[in-house]
């Protein structure tokens, strides 16, 4: 008997090697690992038992005992976290540690029995039975670790049993019973051993045996941890969509989990009918509707090679795709009927701004003439004052009124840019005058800072650049009461086929508030709206501006510290017509620059136009008057009363004496002076001191009030 023991012990430990080399030859899973660690641990529970079926003295038989728990007690925990991990029950890894510290703790106090009683309360060494062999006492600790034993695989029982009834595939139900089997085994053969009933011989050692060949039919002929083949049963039966398998013959021979919910397939009628709906769907192509959730219906032939083999029936889940598709498209044609009605409203806004705003500019338009007509009569005081009043009224009416069409047309997308041929200084010398009259009596400097290489001509709409620039000046001076407002206009890039002219308006006005940046560009909206309530503007100007900018393919910025003033900094794009420069110096020597203006603002713009044209600037001494003699002399109205304290020599030595003068209220009384308008800028310096006459155009009040052009809508 002794022999034939040996002999069993054998070939349990070589079916064991060759099951774990087998089992590293599997694809790496963490169920890989688990069952590795679990076969080796059994591995050292047969060689122990070995040793002690071999054993000829109490210390032999302790330390075979000693080995046989090296691997006893991990045993347990691996089948433990394999089952657990093969029926998909995630233990957290606070739980895993503790039941990993109670196993390892069991395996310390068995290697340390001998000098402690708590978990063999007594050791003795018997030379009878089948072989001789230790009869263990049960301390405390013992009983406790194995009731804890017992109570896993109980619940590893339960937890297979519940499992197997869940499975659909026969491949999973035998690897369920075979586990079963194995918990089975092992359960009693503890059992039995802690219970006494084998008289000292330990069961578990054939439990074990007989649940090694159990699990090696699992591994290799159910396929175990074939991992590829689990992950595809769990993926087909646990998705959302409905799958139907039918054979060569139309029977049924799948159905996953969810098809078994959305359909009663237990009677082969039943069956029939739910293929006939099925059908139907695809033919009909419409959607399948079961408990309040809808289906798409599609159906697959299995074939290979021109062999028939079945029928695969799909049922895609698109219920939230179809709800959101069906909503999307109920309020999409409520946003084009709504559409519908806003363009239809707009159009008859628009034709009423159109019509309303002739209405208006007819009568007004007569208002103004006639007012300008009793101007020229020889009138009192009091009636030009009078009129006056009608005239600057009836102007403003007629500037809102313009805004409120641009808007309009700017909105319904009608207002369209017309390009032309156009002298970008003549231009600017119609707006100097403008926008003196804007500065009226106002301590204020106008400046122009305008580029000397800027083209004699280019092509692009004059009338909404001259627009564009009119609206930032003009509320550059209306809400700037000292200090100056300066234009710069400046070539940037300029290629083979594009110009791009960089213009800023600065001041120093009031500036704007940063929480005031954001709505600034906002239509019929003002910023800092109780400091400016007595401002007059209908909010309309930087919005056509800024959309005006954006039509040319170009944009627009705004730089303001409040208190301090404001930069307006915009770039558009022009094409070429004629690219020679619109003004140059024609002299062969540098000319001599002195000048005595008003504001250090002005003198620095005076030495910015000596630097552009190459002109030499000549300082004043503590007199007032250049240190050298010039060729030119450039004089505020304000200071002339000089000329006449001067002797003969030193007015030679002033060289040509330019007076700037706003012509609209100032006017020079010096004699054999020359009158230059301001703002003194490239073009009108360039006349000076090339000795040329001024560019003739209108003067005066013909450029006082420019308008945009006839609000007329395109339909």
Known sequence: MFTFLMVIQYLAMAVLVWTIIRVMLERPSRQQIYMLVMLNAMFFNFIGYLFEMTATSQREAIRAVQVSYIGKPVLILMMTLFVLDYCNIRLPKVVVGIMTAIHLSISVLVLTCEHQTLYYSEIRFVNEGLFPHLVLGHG??????????????????????????????DRQRSQMVKMIAIMLVMLTGLVLFITGRTRGYDTTIPAYLISTL?????????????????????????????????????????????????????????????????????????????????????????????????????????????????????QAEMMKALKQQADE??????????????????????????????????????????????????????????????????????????????????MLSDLGMIFLTRVGEKELDLIF?????????????????????????????????????????????????????????????????????DKLFASFSQADTRKNHNKEGTGLGLSITRQLVEMMNGDIRVQSTYGDGSEFSLSIHQKHAQDTPAVQYK???????????????????????????????????VSGLPEQPVDFFFLDVQEESILGRLSERQLQELGEICVLVNPLLEESQAAQVRVVNKPLYTLNFSQIINHEEFSSGLQGEEYVNFTAPDGAMRE
Do not use: W
């Open 214 to 330: 159990i699990l090696v039919s699992a591994l290799f002929k159910d396929h175990m941890l074939n991992t590829i083949s689990m992950a595809m049963d769990l993926a087909v039966d646990e998705q959302t969509d409905a799958l139907i398998v039918l054979d060569n013959e139309n029977m049924l021979i799948y159905r996953n989990k969810k098809a078994n919910t959305l359909f009663d397939l237990s009677l082969p009628m039943a069956q029939t009918a739910v293929f006939k709906e099925l059908d139907r769907c695809i033919v009909d192509k419409e959607y399948l509707e079961r408990d309040h959730r809808v289906y798409e219906v599609y159906s697959r032939l299995l074939t290979e090679k021109n062999t028939y083999f079945g029928k695969l029936y799909v049922l895609n889940d698109i219920t939230e795709s179809h709800y959101y598709i069906k909503n999307a498209t109920e």
């Open 449 to 517: 800072d305008i580029d000397e290489r800027l083209p004699q001509a280019m092509y692009g709409d004059e009338l909404r650049i001259r627009q564009i620039i009119i609206n930032l000046v003009n509320n550059a001076i209306k809400f700037t009461e000292s200090g100056y407002v300066k234009l710069q206009m400046r070539l940037g890039t300029v290629s083979a086929d594009d110009i791009e002219l960089r213009i800023t308006v600065s001041d120093t006005g009031q500036g704007i508030r940063p929480e005031d940046l």
């Open 140 to 169: 405390p600790v013992y009983m406790i670790y194995n009731s804890i034993v017992v109570l896993y695989l109980i619940i590893l029982l339960a937890i297979c049993g519940i499992r197997l009834f869940r499975v659909k595939s």
């Open 587 to 621: 002299g062969t020597q540098p000319a001599r620059i002195g000048g005595r203006l008003a504001s250090d603002v002005m003198m620095a713009e005076l030495r910015l136009l000596c630097g552009q044209f190459g002109a030499v600037y000549v300082a004043n001494d």
């Open 345 to 426: 409203a707009n159009q008859a806004k628009s034709i009423f701004v159109s019509n309303m705003s002739h209405e208006i500019r007819t009568p007004m338009n007569a208002i103004v003439g006639m007012t300008e007509i009793l101007l020229r009569e020889d009138l009192p005081a009091r009636d030009v004052a009078y009129l006056n009043n009608i005239k600057n009224s009836g102007n403003a009416l007629l500037g809102i009124i313009n805004d409120i069409l641009d808007f309009s047309k700017i909105e319904s997308g009608k207002l369209e840019l017309v390009p032309a041929t156009y002298e970008p200084m003549s």
